[in-house]
């Protein structure tokens, strides 16, 4: 499966922006989608992750309460609501195909990676 992040953009602090992973070649059906990030000078770090069992999601504790994972497999979709933003939010952000949800950015279970889209939080 193919993937391809977009969405991103500038956005002031507080503010809102909805990233979409758009997958091609596959299915999304049997795909836990992950959503990951990495700022300049910094480690990737996970951000959330939906599982394809049921559902279930799961988020870092910094984006707990303000951003939302959600996926719609019959339009080959993952969404990231992101609200509240804060500056801390500014990363390149990837989305990720694997069989399981880990928010580690382990590439033995995050087997297909899209390309980035940024997100710029600033005043």
């Known amino acids: 499966v193919q993937l391809q992040a977009s969405g991103g953009g500038l956005v002031q602090p507080g503010g809102s922006l909805r990233l979409s992973c758009a997958a091609s070649?596959?299915?999304?059906?049997?795909?836990?989608i992950g959503w990951f990030r990495q700022a300049p000078g910094q480690a990737r770090e996970g951000v959330s992750c939906i599982s394809w069992r049921d559902d279930s999601t799961y988020y870092a504790d910094s984006v707990k309460g303000r951003f939302t994972t959600s996926r719609d497999n019959a339009k080959r979709a993952v969404y990231l609501e992101m609200k509240s933003l804060k500056l801390e939010d500014t990363a390149l952000y990837h989305c990720a195909a694997g069989a399981m949800c880990d928010l580690k950015p382990n590439m033995e279970v995050w087997v297909n990676w899209g390309q980035g889209t940024l997100v710029t939080v600033s005043s």
């Open positions: 070649g596959d299915s999304l059906d049997y795909y836990a």
